[in-house]
């Protein structure tokens, strides 16, 4: 029901836009969030919103950087990345949370995408 898109091979210093595609139904009243898993770690929080945007939350490493938005129709949830360095490379999944408000544990998702490989090169 979730598919992710945007990843690929970037150099360092450049930019990624991650788009999540709903399908099938609305998620316009729930949290969302990017996750992303690097080979041999645990998958961690990138960015996370609540249902209308009004609350955003950014990982230390995606201050900055990282930029959750999502469409007024609320199917479609964006990251935008920028400053990419090579410590980024990992897949990112997209996620829906379980309620409107803004979550940060990935228990609290119940939705996954199947994810997007985004890799930097130095």
């Known amino acids: 029901q979730l598919q992710a898109s945007g990843g690929g091979l970037v150099q360092a210093g450049g930019s990624l836009r991650l788009s999540c595609a709903a399908s099938?139904?609305?998620?316009?009243?729930?949290?969302m969030g990017w996750f992303r898993q690097a080979p041999g770690k645990e998958r961690e929080l990138a960015a996370a919103m609540s249902w209308n945007g009004g609350r955003t939350y950014y990982t230390d490493f995606a201050k900055g950087r990282f930029t959750i938005s999502r469409d007024s129709a609320g199917n479609t949830v964006s990251l935008q990345m920028t400053s990419l360095n090579p410590e980024d490379t990992a897949v990112y999944y997209c996620a829906v949370g379980r309620r409107s408000s803004l979550a940060t544990l990935a228990g609290d998702y119940a939705y996954w995408g199947h994810g997007t490989q985004v890799t930097v090169s130095s």
């Open positions: 099938r139904r609305t998620f316009s009243n729930n949290g």
